[in-house]
């Protein structure tokens, strides 16, 4: 968490009932609408938690850190030659994250990002 969200590990609200011996929904209750001060600000909580994947290493990345991922892709982008969904999950799969392009649009438009199109500035 101190290195941001990208580098956050899988931690599903499952899991952690699993470990403490209660029902996932206490889990979900405990955390709901409840904040940490944080070095970043304040952060939710439920934020915490996330499914994810395995990349090329075989280490877990969660899907918040993926969706990091898309944006610091983005955020480094040519403005005038915007990155397409197609050429953001080549960008992942080099960082030995493979995601499908339909997987990217749904994170984009998820984190507020416009199309590549729609990004362009003359």
Not at 26 to 48: D, I, N, Y
Not at 52 to 71: F, I, L, Q, R
């Amino acid at each position: 968490f101190e290195h941001g969200p990208q580098h956050l590990k899988p931690m599903p609200m499952v899991e952690v009932a699993e470990m403490l011996g209660i029902h996932v929904a206490t889990v979900s209750r405990a955390v709901s609408e409840k904040w940490a001060q944080s070095p970043r600000g304040l952060v939710p909580l439920r934020g915490f938690f996330s499914l994810g994947t395995e990349n090329a290493e075989g280490e877990d990345v969660s899907w918040n850190a993926v969706k990091a991922m898309v944006k610091e892709a983005v955020d480094g982008e040519n403005k005038s030659k915007p990155l397409s969904d197609r050429e953001i999950a080549d960008i992942l799969e080099k960082r030995g994250v493979t995601i499908a392009r339909r997987t990217v649009v749904k994170y984009r438009d998820q984190l507020g990002i416009l199309s590549g199109a729609l990004r362009k500035k003359h």
